[in-house]
Every structure is written in structure tokens, then in C-alpha cells.
């Protein structure tokens, strides 16, 4: 069984930053094929927010564009880099992997974007 864990969520002020860390662990594990991140606001669909493919082709909603990166940090991690964030960026941020023919989620990170 594989586990994702998420970290870094919070609370921060609009125009912050934030730095969300995924990390798969568990049973042998050598890496994911694509990795992701979405997000879930409160009355709203999970949505797409960022994509990283093994190869390194990297993909983002058209609202995080030039604001979002995502990155690897290793084969069993990766990185979302949020930076001016706004307050429509508040939602639950859940990492996913994907290996095939296996897809895993994690549990999901609150980031609250307030004054």
C-alpha cells in the first residue's frame, strides 16, 4: 500500500506564499509516472491545479498560471510553490501520484488565503 502525506498548508495573508510538500511512502514504490496537484472548495468540484509528468512536461489551470510552479524533489516527492496567493486560492490541496495502473491521493491540505 502506498501513502501520499501532505504538508504545508496554512493560513496566510493575500499576495503570501505557501510551499506544499507530497511524499509517497509505503510498499516499493520507484516513482510515479504523473503527479498532481487539485483542489477542493467548500460548494465546488476538486478541480486541476498543476500536473508533472516523469518526463518533466508540467501543466496548469489557466488561475494559477505564472503564480503556481510544480516540481520534484525525488521520485516519491513533489512540490507546489504557491506565490501570490489570492483569496479565491482557499480550498483543500490534495496531492495526487499516479503509477500505473495505480492512482493515489492524499488525504488533503487546507490553505486558508485571508486578512
Known amino acids: 500500500q502506498v501513502q501520499l502525506v501532505e504538508s504545508g498548508g496554512g493560513l496566510v495573508q493575500p499576495g503570501g506564499s505557501l510551499r506544499l510538500s507530497c511524499a509517497a511512502s509505503?510498499?516499493?514504490?520507484?516513482?510515479?509516472?504523473?503527479a498532481g496537484w487539485y483542489r477542493q472548495a467548500p460548494g465546488k468540484q476538486r478541480e486541476m491545479v498543476a500536473r508533472l509528468s516523469r518526463a518533466g512536461g508540467t501543466w496548469y489551470a489557466d488561475s494559477v498560471k505564472g503564480r503556481f510552479t510544480i516540481s520534484r524533489d525525488n521520485a516519491k516527492q513533489v512540490v507546489l510553490q504557491m506565490n501570490s496567493l489570492r483569496p479565491e486560492d482557499t480550498a483543500v490541496y490534495y496531492c495526487n501520484m499516479y503509477k500505473f495502473p495505480d492512482d493515489y491521493w492524499g488525504q488533503g491540505t487546507q490553505v486558508t488565503v485571508s486578512s
Open positions: 509505503g510498499r516499493v514504490f520507484n516513482g510515479y509516472d504523473q
